[in-house]
């Protein structure tokens, strides 16, 4: 299990007085203890970090681990027993108001609007692609890896576009739409393996620039477009890892796009992480720091989204593999970090440190899940056998 870095020397305690008694019960649920010998126990460096749970959640606990206010010897498994425990969901109730008040702004605003789609690309996928580079595989997948027989990162990413192109019966000379496109693998496994032409889109200009140079010589466009705004005629189209980014107000939206765009013996994959419950926000802190305006879609939005436009054919789901993608992420990321350093500063470290960690745990809890959905139309004019395995 990964250990408390040595590159991240804490400073001397600051401590004056024992954790609160409400932060302790909060805790015990989870079997997790301040200053515990345990590997998963909180050790606190100074008395603050009570302070900003108590006036900003979990927002303020992050920011605080951020901070060096506090630190754990293996963050995935206490994230995965706070979830497990419901630790999350009872401190979120503390702050109710402050909840209702998100979910109004959330229901009188669009989070997710044209205008604002842009903001996560720059935010997030913008911020250096050395950084993603040094902590994804070959094919830079920034998405679950499926890991039914793969040995390693770089197998569960080939295995998962493999198994895309085959969910979607790829054949040669059809054009394939891909609706959030990363940085360009899937585009390019497609082109060479199942001879596709592809138009993808994105909202990040730096995953533009490095797809458009990994398709180079291929029959791939990358476009710098918002989903709504797509025109054109497809055999088949995917989106994968992009779903999130879409919200609640514009799930109805996003498949009647799509079904405007691809033809009526075409297949969709959509490839998603899903919440278990339906919920109205993100996690404050994951917003604030890594996805803005980010939702997370339940099964029942999806269905009740999609009913009319598309059928559902095959609904897959191995959320699991999700915990295993991102620690190999993070052991990527931590070993490439020396070169990094400089650039980004320990304060960014310890920021990444937590976003792939905490998902890991909800993953691992099964809060989180991954599903892929192949979706037809009604007019799709014959029987669609389910795949599983990789060849």
């Known amino acids: 299990m990964p250990t408390v870095s040595s590159r991240e020397l804490q400073p001397e305690r600051r401590r004056e007085s024992s954790p609160p008694k409400a932060l302790v019960e909060l805790m015990a649920p989870a079997d997790v203890r301040f200053d515990g010998d345990r590997p998963w126990d909180i050790q606190v460096y100074d008395d603050e970090l009570y302070q900003r749970v108590f006036t900003s959640?979990?927002?303020?606990?992050?920011?605080?681990?951020?901070?060096?206010?506090?630190?754990?010897?293996?963050?995935?498994?206490?994230?995965?027993?706070?979830?497990?425990?419901?630790?999350?969901?009872?401190?979120?109730?503390?702050?109710?108001?402050?909840?209702?008040?998100?979910?109004?702004?959330?229901?009188?605003?669009?989070?997710?609007?044209?205008?604002?789609?842009?903001?996560?690309?720059?935010?997030?996928?913008?911020?250096?692609?050395?950084?993603?580079?040094?902590?994804?595989?070959?094919?830079?997948?920034?998405?679950?890896?499926?890991?039914?027989?793969?040995?390693?990162?770089?197998?569960?990413?080939?295995?998962?576009?493999?198994?895309?192109?085959?969910?979607?019966?790829?054949?040669?000379?059809?054009?394939?739409?891909?609706?959030?496109?990363?940085?360009?693998?899937?585009?390019?496994?497609?082109?060479?393996?199942?001879?596709?032409?592809?138009?993808?889109?994105?909202?990040?200009?730096?995953?533009?620039?490095?797809?458009?140079?990994?398709?180079?010589?291929?029959?791939?466009?990358?476009?710098?477009?918002?989903?709504?705004?797509?025109?054109?005629?497809?055999?088949?189209?995917?989106?994968?890892?992009?779903?999130?980014?879409?919200?609640?107000?514009?799930?109805r939206t996003y498949f009647e796009t799509v079904n405007r765009l691809l033809s009526d013996d075409g297949i969709f994959l959509l490839h998603t992480i899903g919440n278990r419950k339906t919920t109205k926000a993100l996690d404050p802190w994951i917003e604030k720091y890594i996805f803005p305006n980010g939702k997370l879609p339940s099964a029942r939005e999806i269905t009740q989204a999609l009913e009319g436009c598309f059928l559902i054919e095959d609904w897959h789901n191995f959320g699991q593999d999700y915990d295993r993608t991102l620690m190999a992420w993070w052991q990527n990321f931590d070993r490439a970090w020396p070169k990094l350093e400089s650039r980004y500063g320990r304060r960014f470290y310890r920021m990444w440190k937590y976003y792939l960690h905490t998902c890991a745990g909800f993953f691992r809890s099964r809060q989180g899940q991954l599903w892929q959905l192949v979706l037809t139309k009604r007019s799709y004019p014959s029987t669609y056998r389910s795949i599983r395995t990789v060849i």
């Open 57 to 251: 959640g979990s927002l303020g606990f992050g920011e605080a681990y951020m901070d060096g206010l506090w630190d754990t010897a293996q963050m995935d498994v206490l994230f995965y027993r706070f979830m497990r425990a419901g630790t999350d969901e009872r401190l979120a109730g503390w702050f109710k108001l402050r909840l209702l008040g998100e979910m109004l702004r959330r229901y009188l605003f669009n989070q997710q609007s044209v205008s604002r789609a842009f903001q996560v690309g720059k935010q997030h996928y913008d911020i250096g692609n050395d950084i993603f580079e040094a902590m994804l595989d070959s094919s830079m997948s920034y998405s679950c890896g499926y890991w039914e027989h793969a040995e390693n990162l770089e197998q569960a990413q080939q295995h998962k576009l493999d198994l895309i192109c085959r969910k979607l019966q790829l054949k040669p000379g059809e054009k394939l739409l891909e609706i959030g496109c990363g940085w360009g693998g899937l585009m390019q496994h497609a082109a060479e393996n199942y001879g596709v032409e592809v138009v993808g889109l994105t909202v990040s200009k730096e995953q533009q620039k490095l797809a458009q140079a990994r398709c180079e010589g291929l029959p791939v466009k990358v476009d710098l477009m918002d989903y709504r705004e797509a025109t054109g005629h497809y055999d088949k189209a995917v989106s994968v890892g992009m779903f999130e980014h879409v919200g609640e107000k514009n799930y």
